[in-house]
């Protein structure tokens, strides 16, 4: 049996792979199925409208868009759904990713998007996982012992701490 997709992924171009590896690194950890997709809201429109108003029919329950420069693609995303959209600001060259993340923070009222630090993606997998957790009792017992993890990492860390 096929385990159904719970997050979508979607980039505006390929060259937003590096960041995102992040975020899928934290999904394979959690034993989260995603999809990644690249789309764009400038050169795919019809096919990124497609994906997104058949995200939450297949089993979608949050999507994560990552763009740099302009950045539309988080918002005009959530301008198609009424699922949670989390935008991930992409570090760009002209502005060190200040335009993404303006760009995705500054939606209208009635079109939310969250939205992460800039190159975050792991926080964006974390984010949707939260998401997940509200309805999924073992993803939430799972997000726990996350918490208690890095809970111990950072206190350990006191035991190499040496200041001059």
């Keep these: 049996m ?6 979508g992924v979607i980039m505006g171009s390929d060259s937003d792979l590096p960041v995102m590896e992040k975020a899928f690194e934290i999904f394979r950890e959690f034993g989260i199925p995603y999809e990644v997709r690249i789309l764009s809201a ?6 990124h409208t497609e994906y997104v108003q058949t995200a939450e029919r297949r089993g979608i329950k949050t999507i994560i868009a990552a763009a740099g420069g302009a950045a539309h693609l988080p918002g005009v995303t959530a301008a198609h759904t009424t699922l949670p959209v989390i935008g ?11 335009d993404s993340l303006l760009s995705i923070v500054q939606m209208p009222s ?30 939430k017992e799972k997000i726990k012992r996350y918490k208690r993890k890095i809970e111990k990492e950072s206190f350990a860390k006191n035991k190499t701490l040496t200041v001059k």
Aim: net charge positive; aromatic share 0%.
């Design 88 to 98: 991930v600001p992409i570090k760009s060259k002209a502005l060190n990713g200040m």
């Design 42 to 47: 400038h050169r795919t429109p019809k096919q």
């Design 110 to 139: 009635g079109v939310p998007v969250a939205t992460v630090s800039i190159d975050g993606a792991k926080n964006a997998a974390l984010l949707a996982i939260q998401i997940i957790a509200l309805t999924d009792k073992k993803i």
């Design 2 to 7: 096929k385990t159904k997709t719970l997050v």
